[in-house]
């Protein structure tokens, strides 16, 4: 058998932490759980959990780290597909707003409020999200200007962030159950709207 590598040996404590941390985080959210509750779900010491996080604020940031990945790994390969980009741009709040739906502790991390965050926490996770999803929509939309599908006027990284804010208000909006419209009709929309504007 070959031998394992150091890396895969360091990385295994970390794993373990990370996946113990987010079951108790879903279960009892970020305020009621302790880091004697996340060693005993990994079956390790404080000094493990200590040796990879520098505290459990930094442990709960990379939880979310991890579940959004998991949707930037789906919504990626939404962006990659042979669709023109305005109709991919709609494919990927459709993807956004299903994901979200689903994972409760990415949505409240978004959001700002709810049992399983608070305060501070919630901003540095919710930035993460941003940053990373922004950086998305801000490469298929490059991806546009090349195929003179996009206007070469915009800047991709104004645009993305414009775009993302407009379409995180209509998810958050049905998230929240404050929209009259259906979750589909208000994002065609904003899919008409949107590419009307930035079509070349």
Do not use: C
Not at 98 to 123: P, T
Not at 188 to 196: F, M, P, S, Y
């Amino acid at each position: 058998m070959a031998p394992t590598s150091t890396a895969t040996l360091d990385s295994e404590p970390r794993r373990r932490l990370i996946a113990a941390a987010e079951a108790r985080f879903r279960r009892f959210g970020y305020r009621r759980t302790t880091v004697e509750d996340i060693t005993a779900e990994a079956e390790t010491g404080k000094g493990s959990l200590y040796l990879h996080f520098d505290s459990k604020q930094d442990v709960y940031l990379a939880v979310v780290s991890e579940s959004l990945e998991r949707f930037v790994r789906r919504a990626s390969e939404v962006l990659e597909g042979h669709d023109s980009v305005p109709l991919r741009l709609a494919a990927l709040v459709e993807a956004t707003a299903h994901h979200y739906g689903e994972d409760e502790l990415l949505r409240a991390s978004l959001l700002g409020h709810g049992e399983l965050v608070e305060g501070r926490v919630a901003e540095l996770a919710a930035e993460i999200q941003r940053d990373r999803i922004r950086s998305l929509l801000a490469m298929v939309l490059l991806e546009g200007q090349e195929a003179e599908t996009i206007r070469g006027d915009l800047d991709a990284e104004t645009t993305a962030s414009v775009l993302f804010e407009m379409g995180w208000a209509i998810v958050r909006a049905e998230l929240e159950g404050h929209s009259d419209l259906p979750l589909e009709l208000a994002l065609r929309t904003l899919n008409d709207v949107v590419g009307r504007g930035v079509l070349a």
